[in-house]
Structure formats: structure tokens, C-alpha cells
């Protein structure tokens, strides 16, 4: 019985930064984004980025951001992880704010549009 209970503290301690992520900020939502210039799309993202929590730097390397993975994965070793504890709660609202001042634009419904507007705190 005491097991069990051990466990199921050590599993709540591992999973509260995801938890409390969801509760706080909200599921991580895709937003369209589309390129001013050449019109394509790319997805953006806010809310809590539960990918990073659990991928941790990879997710930045997969969103075609190289040279931030490697800075997380710097930060992370120099932090000895503490960094990994944090950045989930910012990282979609910077890759969603890097995407919007270097040329893309949100092309969404207008719903959506306004959820990231009010996540991303910028203006109509």
C-alpha cells in the first residue's frame, strides 16, 4: 500500500509543470499562419506546448528553429533541467511571436485569430 501511494506522489511531483500548464495557460492550440510575401502556410502555436515538456529541445529542431534546440539543449546541461521546467510555459508564444515579426501574418478563422491575439497580448 505505501508503494503505491509513493508512486502515485512521485508521478503527480513528475507530471504538475504539465498540470498545472493546462490549467493556467491552456491546451496547446494551432494557429495558421501564412507568409506575406510568398503566401505559404505554416502552423503557430499558444498555449501551454505540452510537446516541449515532454520532447524537450527536438521540438524547436522540428520546427525548422536549429539554432534555438541547440541553445535549449545548452541551457538545459547548464541548468542541470530546471531550464526544461520553464520553457514549456513560453515556448509557443516566442516561436509564434519570432514567426509574426519576420513576415507572417495569422490566417485564421476569425475565433481563432482572436485567441491568439489575446494569448500573444498584441493588438487587432
Known sequence: MELSIIFFVIIL??????????IFMGAQKKINLKH????????GFVGYCWTYFFFSFFVPIFRGEILIGVLHLIFSLVTFGLFQLVIPFLYNKQFTSRMLTSGWELSDTEENMQIARLKLGIGN
Open 13 to 22: 511531483i513528475f507530471f504538475s509543470p504539465l498540470i498545472l500548464g493546462l
Open 36 to 43: 506575406t510575401n510568398s503566401s505559404l502556410n505554416k502552423p
